[in-house]
């Protein structure tokens, strides 16, 4: 099973970058990027973009549908009334099962703002002390992760440290 994983960014094209990143990683095959997919939120905007990955090996794993059904939980939910939210609430019962549920979408909603953006990435076969250290700096927090909660703290713990001047 693959790993799922949101990182927000504080610019609207730090996400994008942190792709590219992520990109570079697989080549060396430091980690395998089963699916991908961002939103940015351009300052000024109304609602986010969001973009598929289509160009890695792994690509595809998940699904448009799947990130068109995510993002649309999301971000575009609220704004298209009781009755469409509903019917959308029915459909993401499934999606628990990648550890996506109310409270991984209030957590994203809040922390997706305009002039920010988010990457979400499944991934799989990380060589995790290689990732973390070309991402450190990078201004990315994670907001959430299907990995253990012991797993995760360390994930935290190891994008908190302060590097040294």
Do not use: C
């Amino acid at each position: 099973m693959g790993t799922l994983t949101v990182w927000k960014f504080d610019s609207a094209d730090g996400a994008e970058k942190a792709l590219e990143t992520l990109e570079g990683l697989q080549k060396e095959e430091l980690i395998r990027v089963e699916d991908a997919a961002y939103v940015y939120w351009p300052t000024g905007r109304k609602k986010p973009k969001t973009e598929q990955l289509h160009n890695t090996t792994g690509a595809g794993a998940l699904g448009g549908g799947f990130w068109g059904l995510l993002f649309g939980l999301i971000f575009f939910v609220p704004l298209l009334g009781v009755a469409v939210g509903a019917a959308m609430g029915a459909l993401s019962g499934s999606m628990a099962d990648v550890g996506i549920d109310d409270e991984f979408i209030e957590q994203v909603r809040e922390n997706v703002t305009p002039g920010t953006s988010a990457l979400f990435v499944m991934t799989s076969h990380a060589v995790a002390d290689k990732v973390i250290e070309r991402f450190r700096g990078s201004g990315a927090s994670l907001i959430s992760t299907n990995l253990s909660t012991e797993q995760e703290t360390k994930l935290r713990e190891a994008f908190s440290e302060v590097e040294p001047v």
